[in-house]
């Protein structure tokens, strides 16, 4: 098992930039692909980017790609997410998630950090 715990949320300008900070423990994030993912007030959790375990397999959400960059350091068992050029619209809680390998829902989820963007 994983465990993951989210940081580097706060309150930021449109058109400013944060990077979130996930580290897990228990187990090395090189066995799992991640991903992070975003719930506003009143919506489902959805997709934002993913990173498989060899760092190829990257994938964005439409909306946020060229804004945001994921990433992975797998000797201090951290993953990341930059957002540049913030919208009022990325304001969510942002989650860190892990599963294995394959066509198979996300198992470990974080508990969130809260990134709110300012007009």
């Known amino acids: 098992q994983v465990q993951l715990v989210e940081s580097g949320g706060g309150l930021v300008q449109a058109g400013g930039s944060l990077r979130l900070s996930c580290a897990a423990s228990g187990r090395t994030v090189s066995y799992y692909d991640m991903g992070w993912f975003r719930q506003a007030p009143g919506t489902e959790r959805t997709f934002v980017a993913t990173i498989g375990t060899t760092d190829a397999n990257i994938r964005y959400a439409d909306s946020v790609k060229g804004r945001f960059t994921i990433s992975r350091d797998s000797a201090r068992n951290m993953v990341y997410l930059q957002m540049s050029n913030l919208k009022p619209e990325d304001t969510a809680t942002y989650y860190c998630?892990?599963?294995?390998?394959?066509?198979?829902?996300?198992?470990?989820w974080g508990q969130g950090t809260q990134v709110t963007v300012s007009e």
């Open positions: 998630a892990a599963k294995l390998p394959g066509p198979r829902s996300y198992s470990y």
